[in-house]
C-alpha cells in the first residue's frame, strides 16, 4: 500500500512563491514515478509536473515551464514542487501522485496512488 501525504498549500499574493511537499509511505517509496497534478475551480485535473524514479528527468507543462520545479529527495522519501512567480490562474487544488513505473509519467491513467490534495491560492 502506497500513502501519499501533501503539506505546503495556502494563500499567496500574485508573484509570490511556495513549495508542496509530498511524503511518500511505502515499501520502495523511491522506486515510483512521481507527479503533481491540479484541479483548477471547473475545470479539469490537469498534469503540472512528473519526475523519474532516480530525479534525474523531468517534465513541466507549459503553462508552468519555467517558473515551478518538481524535484525529489529519496533520504527523506519526498518530492517536492517549487512554484514561482505564482499567477492567480495558478490557483488550485494540487495533488501528488505514483505511478508503478521508473520512467516519469504524462498520462493521468498511469498514476495509481494519489493524495487528498492541498488548496492553494493565489491572489491577484
Known amino acids: 500500500q502506497v500513502q501519499l501525504a501533501e503539506s505546503g498549500g495556502g494563500l499567496v499574493q500574485a508573484g509570490g512563491s511556495l513549495r508542496l511537499s509530498c511524503v511518500v509511505s511505502?515499501?520502495?517509496?523511491?522506486?515510483?514515478?512521481m507527479g503533481w497534478f491540479r484541479r483548477a475551480p471547473g475545470k479539469e485535473r490537469e498534469l503540472v509536473a512528473t519526475i523519474n524514479w532516480d530525479g534525474g528527468h523531468t517534465f513541466h507543462a507549459d503553462g508552468v515551464k519555467g517558473r515551478f520545479t518538481i524535484s525529489r529527495d529519496h533520504a527523506k522519501n519526498a518530492v517536492y514542487l517549487q512554484m514561482n512567480s505564482l499567477k492567480p490562474e495558478d490557483t488550485a487544488v494540487y495533488y501528488c501522485a505514483a505511478a508503478p513505473h521508473t520512467n516519469y509519467r504524462t498520462r493521468e491513467a498511469d498514476y495509481v496512488y494519489w493524495g487528498q490534495g492541498i488548496q492553494v491560492t493565489v491572489s491577484s
Open positions: 511505502a515499501r520502495a517509496p523511491n522506486s515510483y514515478a
